[in-house]
């Protein structure tokens, strides 16, 4: 009975890792990054494959030569998105935000999220081809081009602009008023002045907003214009208006999409170097200084970042993309967000690593020089530097080679105990009698 009971609690186990598996797959947040990738890229490539056969399957010509063969690859697809929803629905409760709402509940809420919400528009496509009569072709048509949407969930600049433009949906919303107001205004002024002399193409005001749209818009179809002077001299003014009133939306965007870039671009350094034990405990204003002498560094696919033997002298800080770190006996894969070679600020040494670029990444490069510089002009944030070196150091924190503990474990790796007695001196004068000399 035992047994079973054991055997119960192993499979319960075993389950929950399979599930943890499947999340950081699906949401990349584990250090399954080459699996999660190629998920991504698996999905891009079919939601992209999926728009260009809705588009073309309603071309006569194609849909009925190759019509059964596209009908069987949109069955397929939407096969995989439905299936993608509901795993998606499965480890919903994984979440860090949601964990706290139970199983359910937690389902229920990821489910009301407008992410999910895309992903079931994505999935509906498929039920309605099996359930609904072909009556629905149009409604099928029109869900499978939302499956657009779903690109946002994987392009940080779409999530972007879809924030600035919710940002600035005050200013948008005024802004469009004002070009509603305008529009009705001409619309009227040329139904009053053109009327009598064209009754059949300005029959209503509402006939005069479809040649005010087109004015405004600087269009101009030509196929309603103005005959008499006063409403060509009215034409002229609405079009010259039209250039101001169409670029106040489109300010609005790009600023706001702007000042969101900025933003994500600010809040993602600052919370790096924020996240560096050495820094942990500088103020705002000491931890800005130090993002200022950051330097931006592109690396192609499979480059070298920094190499075994060469002079440790700089820390990264990864904002794109992802590295690969070849120890002596293992590979470490740090993505977007993580940090290696804190050490190397307060103790240059030689690297016992090849760090390459697993993929096309962007750096953020300090060098210690330049902090060393800093540090010269500011004693007080040198003081803190130093003392929080000390600290580490006297509290035997683990160390793999020039790699600290704190970046290992950002990809789940952990210096082992037998590492923990090869801890470098940073300073000299806290070495043991008969300590190895600091490398030159």
């Not at 087109?214 to 409403?231: A, C, F, I």
């Amino acid at each position: 009975m035992k047994t079973g009971k054991m055997r119960r609690g192993g499979d319960a186990v075993q389950g929950e890792g399979y599930k943890r598996v499947l999340y950081e797959v699906l949401e990349d947040t584990g250090k399954r990054k080459l699996a999660a990738r190629s998920l991504r890229h698996f999905l891009v490539f079919l939601i992209l494959v999926n728009i260009v056969l809705a588009v073309l399957e309603t071309v006569p010509q194609i849909r009925e030569t190759v019509g059964g063969h596209l009908r069987l690859v949109q069955l397929g697809s939407g096969f995989v998105f439905v299936v993608e929803y509901v795993l998606r629905l499965y480890v919903a409760d994984l979440h860090p935000p949601l964990r706290r709402y139970g199983r359910l509940w937690s389902r229920l809420r990821y489910a009301m999220q407008p992410s999910a919400m895309v992903d079931l528009l994505g999935a509906l496509p498929l039920l309605f081809v099996l359930f609904l009569p072909n009556q629905a072709v149009t409604i099928v048509v029109l869900l499978r081009l939302t499956r657009f949407l779903k690109l946002a969930r994987y392009s940080p600049a779409l999530r972007s602009l879809i924030s600035a433009v919710a940002a600035e949906r005050k200013a948008l919303v005024g802004s469009t008023m004002i070009i509603a107001g305008v529009v009705l205004l001409a619309a009227t002024l040329m139904y009053l002045i053109e009327h009598d002399n064209q009754p059949e193409k300005f029959r209503s005001i509402l006939h005069g907003v479809y040649w005010a749209i087109t004015t405004v818009t600087t269009v101009g179809y030509g196929d309603v214009v103005p005959t008499s002077n006063l409403g060509k001299m009215v034409s002229s003014v609405v079009m010259l208006m039209g250039y101001g009133l169409i670029a106040l939306p489109v300010g609005i965007i790009a600023s706001a999409f702007a000042r969101e870039m900025h933003s994500r671009d600010f809040v993602v350094t600052w919370s790096m170097v924020a996240r560096v034990p050495l820094f942990e405990d500088l103020k705002a204003t000491e931890i800005a200084e130090v993002t200022k002498l950051l330097r931006a560094q592109s690396v192609r696919k499979g480059a070298a970042i920094a190499e075994r033997g060469d002079v440790a002298d700089r820390m990264f800080f990864i904002t794109d993309g992802e590295v690969a770190i070849k120890l002596d006996h293992e590979t470490v894969y740090l993505g977007e967000g993580n940090f290696f070679g804190e050490l190397a600020l307060i103790n240059p040494t030689h690297r016992t690593a090849t760090v390459t670029a697993f993929s096309d990444c962007q750096l953020l490069v300090l060098e210690a020089g330049a902090l060393q510089q800093l540090m010269d002009r500011d004693g007080a944030l040198a003081q803190k530097i130093l003392n929080e070196a000390r600290k580490r150091v006297a509290g035997g924190k683990q160390v793999r080679g020039e790699f600290a503990a704190e970046e290992l474990q950002q990809a789940g790796v952990f210096a082992s105990a037998e590492e923990t007695d090869r801890q470098p001196e940073l300073f000299p004068e806290n070495a043991p009698a008969g300590g190895k000399d600091k490398p030159d």
